[in-house]
């Protein structure tokens, strides 16, 4: 073999190591399937976990629920309006005293409407340029009329449950897993149990993913559980995170431990840099 062969074929090794190893977005989002959660003091709880493990992490509001003053974002732009050419999307990003950014992804009078072809196409290439400047990105969202998420991207990407222990809230839960797999077909999804203690979530989740094994050949995941904490009422008065606030206490280490399991530089990113080591 040839000298330029060798340092060719070294060179696509070097540049598949350098692609293998590089960062990628992790997108996840997040259906709450209780109506009583504070679905943003969780969202924000958990950006600041992230960014507290070194996490470059942007939070995107998809909801239909009216959540944007709850981020301080209701009068910016919308991530749709840059897709239409009315808005910059620098203008559209707020970076938080905490660290973490967030957006909105469109106005709410649009998230329960499924998009025509040429506007989903427009704003998910928006969302991917822009998720690609972050190590996460944690979705705040809900399924429109046709029991889908918003945007291809995220229908493809993770999607976890949030529950509680409550029964309407379980029965909610397994109603939207079934709403998205009639679109999507079968998938795999994501339990965060809050309220609950370690062992009261592994039961509801035990119970949930038992059905979901039984009537629709799913098997689901379990990401963790959220305690009941005065300390996160506390936190939110104070207009801090719980972590932050208050780092002892029992919702900080659940939320510590959630962050891990999404962090990608814990799992994906370790096990791509491993594998593209021996190449």
Known sequence: MSEFQNSFQNDQAAGLRRIMAAPKPRVVSIISASSTQDQPRMMTNLAASMRSQGCEVLIV????????????????????????????????????????????????????????????????????????EYEIVLVDATLNND??????????????????????????????????????????????VDDATEAQAQVVFKNIAQVARQFMQLELEFFGAIP??????K??????????????ASASTALKQIAQRLDYKHSTYAADTKRASFI
């Open 61 to 132: 509001h998809a909801s239909k629920a009216s959540r944007e003053a709850s981020y301080d974002i209701d009068k910016m732009p919308t991530l749709f309006d840059v897709a239409n050419e009315t808005a910059a999307l620098a203008d559209t990003i707020k970076k938080t005293s905490q660290g973490w950014s967030v957006a909105k992804m469109l106005h709410k009078t649009q998230v329960n409407i499924p998009l025509d072809n040429d506007a989903g196409i427009a704003l998910n290439h928006i969302f991917d340029t822009l998720a690609r």
């Open 147 to 192: 029991y889908l998420l918003p945007l291809k991207t995220l229908n493809e990407s993770e999607i976890l449950i949030q529950l509680t222990r409550n029964p309407e809230s379980i029965k909610d839960a397994y109603t939207l897993i079934k709403q998205i797999c009639s679109q999507l077909g079968r998938r795999s999804f994501g339990i965060i």
């Open 228 to 233: 009941k904490d005065d300390h996160l009422t």
């Open 235 to 248: 936190a939110a008065k104070l207009g801090r995170s719980v972590i932050d606030a208050f780092p002892m």
